[in-house]
């Protein structure tokens, strides 16, 4: 079974300390929640609070996920996701979502425990060493791929709000969040590279097999939560997907696609960002009155 070899474990352990030493969880009595205009900043970036408070919230979801699908997993995989961006992620939905209590709106629902029958299958399967790594490589794709999605979303809503003049909520809300989300990647990134050089020829196959099957935008589970991620999209400006994918999957696709050449983007990227885009517009003609 590929371990994390030497050099890599004390990269990655110099990385996770160092995330942890730098960026502790943000406090809430450090953040400045005035807002100049309620309403507008309600009307026009709500919905993107509360989807993106929602994801951040089901980080403990996500932890079970992970216990789950890979019940022995490296050491410092462990550290990072249990010690650092577990503490670090609810923060930033704790934020998030006192933010739009603070315009006036309901606090977001997260789902904080439900572990779905496929995840609990491949875990089952995962007790299998070299299958645990195919799910090991697929964790670290999809922490990649949402970091990477995280970050061009706060930069979004960054400007955004910077530009409507609210400057509490962009300098002391977004921005400290948004400072954080990188590292994640950095660790994602590591990863992938030292474990996707370790992996069996039928190992690749199977995680390009499962990843074009699986791959999903960051949250979104279900037709509803795709439509009210096409509406983030929509809202900040991200509709011109293709160029937001590339960035999303820039590492993905250098190491699961670098054989096919001139593939900017892989096709299970771009399908699964065009039909939340879709579903959004869909849901919004349906509620146009006649």
Same mark, same amino acid.
């Given at each position: ?9 004390? /990269?990655?352990? =110099? ?14 009595? =450090? ?5 100049? =205009? ?15 408070? /929602? ?12 216990? #789950? ?62 299958? %645990? ?38 300098? #002391? ?7 954080? $989300? ?20 039928? %190992? ?7 990843? #074009? ?14 439509? =009210? ?9 991200? #509709?011109?997907? $293709? ?8 590492? $993905? ?38």
């Amino acid at each position: 079974m590929p371990r994390v070899t030497r050099g890599l474990e004390r /990269r990655l352990a =110099d990385h996770v300390a160092r995330l942890a030493d730098e960026h502790p969880p943000l406090r809430l009595d =450090d953040v400045d929640f005035t807002v100049v =205009d309620p309403v507008a900043l309600g009307r026009r970036y709500g919905h993107v609070l509360d989807y993106m408070a /929602r994801v951040e919230l089901e980080v403990d979801r996500n932890v079970l996920e992970l216990t #789950t699908l890979l019940p022995d997993p490296p050491e410092v995989d462990r550290w990072f996701y249990a010690d650092v961006w577990q503490p670090q992620e609810i923060q930033h939905g704790r934020i998030l979502d006192q933010l739009q209590v603070e315009l006036g709106r309901s606090p977001t629902t997260p789902d904080t425990d439900t572990v779905s029958l496929k995840l609990r299958l491949l875990g089952a399967l995962a007790h299998l060493p070299a299958f %645990q790594d195919v799910c090991r490589m697929l964790y670290y794709l999809t922490g990649m791929s949402t970091e990477r999605q995280a970050v061009l979303a706060y930069n979004k809503l960054h400007d955004g709000t910077a530009a409507m003049g609210e400057r509490a909520v962009a300098q #002391t809300v977004v921005a400290p969040i948004k400072r954080q $989300e990188p590292g994640h990647f950095v660790f994602y990134q590591l990863s992938a590279r030292g474990l996707w050089e370790q992996l069996a020829g039928w %190992q690749r196959w199977l995680v390009r097999r499962m990843r #074009t099957i699986s791959y999903g935008p960051v949250g979104a589970s279900s037709d509803e939560q795709r439509a =009210d991620f096409g509406d983030v999209m929509i809202t900040l400006g991200m #509709t011109a997907d $293709e160029e937001m994918a590339a960035k999303a999957v820039r590492v $993905e696709r250098e190491l699961l696609w670098a054989h096919r050449q001139g593939m900017d983007v892989p096709p299970y990227v771009l399908k699964a960002f065009h039909r939340a885009v879709d579903l959004a517009r869909q849901r919004a003609e349906r509620s146009v009155p006649d």
